[in-house]
């Protein structure tokens, strides 16, 4: 069968020496920086971006992948122990971690949630392998017709599914959008909105707007923040759980993973709305759920598997179909294309290695990290103590070397402290930053599949709705955007979106 | 009448944007309606975020939620955006090690808590780490230090 000799080559690529050390490196920084509060995946990605430059791709996308779904691990410790999200992810298990910390069982709860995101990492991972081939071969009748009203309900779909105002969001999306047309324009020679600086002529590089919107945006906003935590390092309690545990954490568990699953493929879902999910899930469902809220393990079960999940298949629209569903997404779409490889069904044929090596490399991510989060906790506790005002000019400084080290020119760093004045504005403004990276790298691909449409209609603007593939698309984007803005709607979501 | 005065200055960020966008747009042309010109697209971007504008405007006027306006603490960003700015300043013509210093003495700014005992640590420990993982290891073309100019 076609998968399982793909998954031989996946595993022929990830079990090199020089991948393993990456996805080494990979889960071992995300689950750090899931560990520490106010440093996530998406600062730390682009930071690391420019580092990746000289690497192998496969190496350096294992590498990332891994801090990416590393992060979703390691922010359930910090949720546990201190009573305070590590990543945004965990802010569900919070509720119940924190709660079973204080009856003594915190190393039940960390058990618990290695243990429910390994399950649900493996089983995304593997939803991913299954899907990936049939994604793409739907994908290959795609043509710039469909391929435009898909990004746009890629937006629409990320627009109303993330926190804040729809209007808010749709302006950061088109803001992005126009960020991206910056530079030259490939399809009419066209040097756009440069203004006379030769350092734009090339458009403002993906690497510099990341590391100024999240990173350095991220540093001011938690310098001005400051926050006392209680922590709990003291009595973590036994780690393994008992019987009883076993038995209580396994259906949350699996419902986790399979709402997980689903929530992930979905453009701008989450790994907190699958946790969202899954806790309301269990308080509708479990029999257990009168407890839930002081210490029950099916609330760090459920979400953090539900999480985990997501995480993995996430990566099947960015894979396949080359449309990014989350900020973090498009840093790896980013990174893609930084290396030379574009995204989209191609990839599939003409860097299989690369894809299947991604894949395999997941799995082997979780094992890794199943052994990172349990026997070596202790260590990940010790870095809870790192004070910030030591931890921010590193961060700093990382950043630094990486925005100068895309074209050695001082311009790139200057844009990107711009940039990161801009993100903490728009940060107190309430405007989220995650649609405005969708739109800078949706931006060129929208616009040039848009140019290429018009070209075969021949400026007939009704092919997007005549055409029945692309129709459904754009029916589904204004469905949704219907009804997130109806009222009786739009309040329901805003509860359910609450807290991200 | 309560006024969402977030809101409001988003509504007309993106308006005025919107605006500007569009307008500049149009020197690059629009080109005819088989082959879009290279304006056509980011007009296109700026009229709706024109639309979009107006509505969160009108939205913030009409039944906003009263908010505070927001509060911009000088400090930390003075500090960050002052401290990138002069490692910007300092790389090409002064090399690594000065604009490392620069950058962890202006940034320093950011928070009270930050002795000078603390940078010189900061610089201590970090300026060596630095230099070995990336000039020395990824072989980053950055000279330690400019003398001559």
Redesign the interface.
Known sequence: MELIQNLELGFQTALTIENLLYCLLGCTLGTAIGVLPGLGPVATISMLLPVTFGLDPTAALIMLAGIYYGSAYGGSTTAILVNLPGETSSVITVLDGYQMARNGRAGVAIATAAIGSFFAGCAGTLVVAAFAAPMADLAFRFGPVEYFSLMVLGLVAAISLSSGSIPKSMGMVLFGIALGTVGIDLSTGAQRFAFGIPYLWDGIDFIVIAVGLFAFGEVIASLEANEKRETYTERMGQLMPNREDVLRMTPPILRGTIVGSLVGVLPGAGLTIASFLSYGIEKRVSKFRHTLGRGAIEGVAGPEAANNAAAQTAFIPTLTLGIPGSATMALMLGAMIMHDIQPGPHVMTKNPELFWGLIVSMWIGNVILIILNLPMVGIWVRLLKIPYNILYPSILLFCCIGAFSVRYSSFDVFLAAAFGLMGYALRTLKCELAPLVLGFILGPLLEGNLRRSIVLSQGDYSIFIREPISAVFISVAVLLLLISIVPSFARTRREALAEE | MRIDK??V??GA??LL??IA?AS??LR??L?????????Y??ML??I??SL??L??LL?AIRSGEPQSF????LR??V???G???T???L??SFGFFP??VG??TV??F??P??SIK?IIV?ISV?LPI?YFV?IFI?????PFIVVAG
């Open positions: 977030i809101d200055i988003t960020l993106y944007g919107g966008f500049a747009s690059y042309g080109g005819t309606s088989v082959h879009i010109g290279a304006g697209f980011p971007v700026g709706g975020l979009v504008g509505v969160i939205n927001p509060r911009f603490p930390p960003l500090a960050v955006a401290g990138v700015a490692f910007g300043l790389i090409n604009s490392v950058l962890l940034s320093s950011a928070t808590e930050n603390n900061l970090l630095t990336f990824l072989k980053m073309p950055i």
